[in-house]
């Protein structure tokens, strides 16, 4: 057996099951490998779309991706994406092939350690045959259990050596971190003091929600979650949606009338914060996270407690006797009223054969099925998805934007996992030319099956902005709705609000109908879509 046999079969066993890359020479015998041993292999037009797909698909399903790739080029073409993974804290596991070590004066020669580590991913290494499998199990327990993007350099020379059959070393089973007891004691404390508790939750707490709930049952805290936990508390009547630059005005409200922020899972940086106006003067900041070195990086906090945010949870809903804290029933009718984007008037400024994004938003948050996963490029656009579309739970939302790359959410849509239907919906939404060069996301999606919806805003022209920018800013350069799918808009003809594409049009050859709908394609402003020409068609196909 050869070692890139051996590793791929380890791999397999420890529940890599699906593969997302780009083929090569150098990684060709180990992928073959995993699809041998029951991996489903997704194939993309470039290893960049590869990376994010691999990225989402680890997001959606709690669990490591893995991404394979070719040595060299193969690997500098993903950087984009594993740097998003990275700065994310993703479990990846990218499959790096790499020049033989004595291949000093090969043209694919690169130092792929020092590549890994300048984009904040950890580097390993197969270093001999004998150690191949254990190298390989290493690195993928490492992306399982800290949450890290691992490269994983696989030298040729190794992968074609010969070894023994693999035996995947055993690793004993880990609890998470519990607090210690006077950490959660300091917590339980505050609570217990605390008038207008706030939870904020973060990535660190996208599994922890029944332990968070309890607790702020307990101690009548209001719930809120950073962008990338967008849904965590979804149906919940205290669910204030997203802290930060995406949050309501009556939840910007409400988290910085709060006497006690308590970060879980959740850095509290700038952006969850809102550079620090969601905390109010005199309120307390707690953090808990299981990376003591996240605790107090991005502002200083009054109480730390290093552990596992569920074990916390627990441990301080024993010692806290429950009180009314920050609820009512008044306050729960106003949340229920005016907490959603949404429901907050506005004057809709479509005019002119554009369309009031915030009208297109509203439009496509009822048209789409409950059940959906959202990615959202990044961009000045991406405000509008992210506060007006609605998600069913935490996996249903993918937000690469730690790198705030442009172009990665297409690839991503690759990625996401179906979900309790056999075949979810998916939504893209990009803007800012974000759908100019990554086309080599598409593949993916047709491949895996999954029902793409996408829709692009884009302004008059290219412009620098941070955060959400409401319309009104946009007076001079209001974004315009682009149909992507196979249709275009025919200038002329201004309509007062959004037209959904499909009701009135005929689809293109190879476009399934559902629902009266195009199911490739969603909004149309300004004009009535009509089907291209066939050469069009292939072009685009």
């Not at 691992?150 to 693999?166: E, F, I, K, R, Y």
Request: aromatic content about 4%; hydrophobic content about 40%; some cysteine.
């Amino acid at each position: 057996m050869l070692v890139s046999e051996a590793v791929g079969a380890a791999l397999a066993t420890l529940g890599a099951d699906t593969v997302f890359g780009v083929v090569g020479s150098g990684n060709f015998h180990v992928t073959n490998a995993l699809i041998a041993n029951g991996a489903r292999f997704v194939a993309a037009r470039h290893e960049c779309g590869a990376a994010c797909a691999a990225d989402a698909w680890a997001r959606g399903t709690g669990r490591p991706g893995i991404l394979s790739v070719h040595q060299g080029p193969g690997l500098t073409n993903a950087l984009t994406g594993i740097t998003e993974a990275a700065k994310s804290r993703t479990p990846l596991l990218v499959l790096a092939a790499d020049v033989a070590g004595a291949a000093v004066r090969s043209n694919f020669r690169i130092d792929v350690a020092a590549l890994a580590a300048s984009v904040g991913a950890t580097a390993d290494r197969l270093y001999s045959p004998a150690t191949a499998v254990a190298d390989a199990a290493r690195a993928y327990r490492t992306a399982e259990r800290e949450r890290r993007t691992v490269v994983l350099a696989m030298p040729l020379d190794v992968q074609a050596a010969p070894c023994d059959p693999p035996a995947v070393p055993p690793a004993p089973a880990l609890d998470p971190p519990a607090p210690a007891p006077a950490a959660a004691a300091r917590l339980a404390g505050a609570l217990g003091e605390a008038d207008r508790p706030v939870f904020v939750a973060g990535r660190g707490a996208r599994a922890a929600r029944a332990s968070l709930e309890q607790l702020a049952d307990a101690c009548g805290a209001l719930l809120a979650t950073s962008a990338v936990a967008k849904g965590l508390f979804h149906d919940s009547p205290w669910d204030l949606g997203v802290s930060g630059g995406f949050a309501s005005p009556l939840a910007a409200e409400l988290i910085s009338a709060a006497d006690l922020v308590v970060g879980w899972g959740c850095s509290l940086n700038m952006w969850t914060m809102r550079h620090g106006k969601m905390i109010g003067p005199g309120a307390l900041v707690a953090q808990v996270d299981d990376d003591s070195s996240a605790i107090g990086a991005h502002r200083p906090v009054d109480i730390g407690v290093h552990g596992d945010v569920a074990e916390t949870a627990r441990m301080t809903l024993a010692l806290l006797n429950p009180r009314p804290g920050y609820r009512s029933p008044e306050l729960r009718s106003r949340i229920a009223a005016g907490v959603r984007w949404r429901d907050v008037p506005y004057a809709d400024e479509g005019a002119g054969g554009r369309i009031d994004p915030r009208t297109l938003t509203i439009a496509l948050d009822d048209l789409l099925p409950p059940e959906r996963v959202v990615a959202i490029d990044s961009g000045n656009f991406m405000g509008y998805p992210s506060m007006f579309l609605s998600v069913p739970d935490e996996r249903g939302f993918c937000f690469t934007q730690a790198y705030q790359s442009i172009g990665l959410g297409l690839a991503s849509v690759a990625g996401s996992r179906p979900r309790r239907r056999r075949r979810a919906d998916g939504h893209q939404r990009t803007g800012d030319r974000g759908a100019v060069g990554p086309a080599h996301g598409c593949g993916g999606v047709r491949r895996r099956g999954l029902r793409r919806r996408g829709s692009s805003l884009r302004s008059g022209r290219v412009r620098a902005g941070h955060g959400p920018v409401p319309a009104r800013r946009h007076r001079r350069h209001r974004p315009r709705v682009r149909l992507r799918g196979g249709h275009r808009a025919r200038p002329g003809r201004p309509r007062a609000g959004p037209r959904l594409a499909g009701r009135p049009t005929r689809p293109p050859a190879g476009h399934r109908r559902e629902g009266g709908v195009c199911h490739r394609l969603l909004v149309a402003g300004g004009g009535v879509p009509r089907p291209l020409n066939r050469a069009a068609r292939e072009r685009t196909r």
